[in-house]
């Protein structure tokens, strides 16, 4: 089993930059997809980016293409997410996901992952 645990989040203020981390534990990460989530209160769980299976490609959502990029390091079984030019809309708890089977057509639903973080809370102040 892969343990994940989230950390980098805080308070910023509208246009300011967080990295968030996720440490794996228990298994390499290099062959599973790896994902960020996000859910902010009374909303659904929103896919904001990540890579496929091995890491062969990386995805986004529309709303943070440009300004969030996710990257990986297999040695260290670590998973970033690097958020830059940061909105209140990007208020939120945000999770790191992992699974070794999911494919392509499935990597923004959030029931295919099957290993998910506790959740770090990123609030952007206007």
């Known amino acids: 089993q892969v343990q994940l645990v989230e950390s980098g989040g805080g308070l910023v203020q509208a246009g300011g930059s967080l990295r968030l981390s996720c440490a794996a534990s228990?298994?390499?990460?290099?062959?599973?997809?790896m994902a960020w989530f996000r859910q902010s209160p009374g909303k659904e769980r929103e896919y904001v980016g990540g890579f496929s299976r091995s890491g062969g490609y990386t995805y986004y959502a529309d709303s943070v293409k440009g300004r969030f990029t996710v990257s990986r390091d297999n040695a260290k079984n670590s998973f970033f997410l690097q958020m830059n030019s940061l909105t209140p809309e990007d208020t939120a708890v945000y999770y790191c996901a992992a699974d070794r089977s999911i494919i392509t057509s499935s990597l923004r639903l959030p029931a295919q992952y099957d290993h998910w973080g506790q959740g770090t809370q990123v609030t952007v102040s206007s």
């Open positions: 228990g298994r390499s990460i290099s062959p599973y997809a």
